[in-house]
């Protein structure tokens, strides 16, 4: 594998070799008896991931289409929803809402915090006739982690509210059990956890929600999952397979599966690099931005004085390292950093060291040589524990 290149965004990720290999095979037609047996193996193995009992469904979509997925599912016309406004991603979620004649009550979150289920239970006991409480389990734009074993726990003594998640940044990459909290629809992406490139949405729904999926008058054509759900028991997808990376998913839950302790061991790993970032960035001089971190990524605050957009381009222009910057009133006043997909310790190491001759380069009075050498040293030996 070619290291030279290492991307460390909230997703598109790094691929691992194994993915490399099995997005490079020759195509198969999705029709035949060969594909039929990889589809079934991965719809089967997902519900592990999900920790459902559900059936789960990949379809050939962004994230984004999974979260329209989600709602034309289950939202009738003019049903009252709850939406928690966090980030940039919550905020696209609301809009789906509007366009498809649901009636929005946006609860806005200040960008870096987390809903507080006081808040939530305010705004359920004032509108009663709530139907829908969305939320992201991460907000990527912010890195906030959601409490949403609590939030699924809240909702339970509201049993006219249905609860769907945006998973998209955390399924695979930290616990969401799906059943066991309650989550009524969880959607993720290819393009995170899954190490694959963008181009599947995974989703499933709960028994509660199936039981408005059935009778549902949202009007719904591609991402009807009735008929989905009628071909996939017939070992099949009801439009063209996304053979390449459903074929390429079935390698990467192969690499859980062989993990000792499957995907605690991925969850553990990924917890690993975070730490190691906010330990090492914390060094540099940077402190977070999120009020409750996500193991998935993490959201630094760039000193005023600097720009963040001029931190993320040196990064690429000299060193080859892709991040993310903030968005809209957070851009050039955050950098974002990925800790999902394929990344070997020695990319971490070279990242944080890349890092500070960048803002050393910004700033002289940052990142001095002599403190650069001694926290390589100090990298050096953190490290020989994971190597062990």
């Not at 994230?63 to 709850?82: F, H, I, Q, Y």
Request: glycine letters at 8%.
């Amino acid at each position: 594998m070619d290291i030279s290149y290492n991307l460390l965004a909230p997703g598109p990720v790094n691929l691992h070799p194994q993915v490399q290999k099995a997005l490079a095979l020759p195509m198969i037609h999705h029709r035949t008896p060969e594909f039929d047996k990889i589809l079934a193996r991965v719809l089967s193995r997902l519900k592990k991931v999900f920790a459902t009992e559900q059936p789960v469904f990949v379809m050939s979509a962004t994230g984004s289409g999974g979260m329209e997925a989600l709602l034309v599912n289950t939202m009738r016309p003019g049903d009252k929803v709850l939406g928690i406004d966090s980030g940039k991603f919550g905020e696209r979620w609301g809009e789906m809402v509007s366009v498809f004649s649901g009636e929005l009550i946006r609860h806005k979150v200040d960008w870096g915090q987390a809903v507080k289920l006081s808040d939530v239970k305010r705004l359920l006991d004032t509108h009663k006739d709530i139907r829908i409480l969305i939320c992201q389990a991460c907000e990527t734009s912010t890195a906030v982690l959601h409490p949403i074993e609590e939030l699924g726990a809240l909702i339970r003594n509201y049993p006219n509210v249905l609860f769907l998640v945006d998973g998209i940044t955390a399924l695979g990459a930290l616990p969401i059990n799906m059943d066991e909290w309650g989550i009524d629809g969880l959607v993720g992406g290819s393009q995170k956890a899954f190490m694959l490139p963008t181009g599947l949405t995974l989703f499933s729904f709960s028994k509660k929600a199936w039981g408005i999926i059935e009778k549902n008058p949202t009007p719904r054509f591609y991402f009807d999952v009735r008929r989905e759900l009628k071909a996939n028991k017939t070992g099949e997808t009801f439009f063209s397979s996304n053979v390449t990376l459903i074929r390429a998913l079935d390698v990467v839950l192969d690499l859980i599966d062989e993990n000792k302790n499957g995907l605690a061991d991925l969850f553990s790993e990924i917890e690993k690099r975070a730490q190691f970032t906010r330990k090492y960035t914390a060094k540099l001089g940077l402190s977070l931005y999120s009020e409750r971190p996500s193991p998935s990524l993490t959201a630094l605050k760039v000193p005023t004085h600097l720009d963040g957009q001029k931190i993320r381009s040196q990064l690429e222009e000299k060193f080859k390292i892709t991040i993310m910057g903030g968005q809209d009133h957070a851009r050039g006043k955050i950098i974002r950093i990925g800790h999902m997909g394929y990344i070997t310790w020695l990319q971490m190491k070279d990242f944080i060291l890349a890092l500070g001759s960048v803002l050393n380069n910004l700033d002289p009075s940052l990142c001095r040589a002599e403190d650069m050498k001694s926290l390589h040293l100090d990298m050096l030996e953190e490290l020989k524990k994971y190597n062990e």
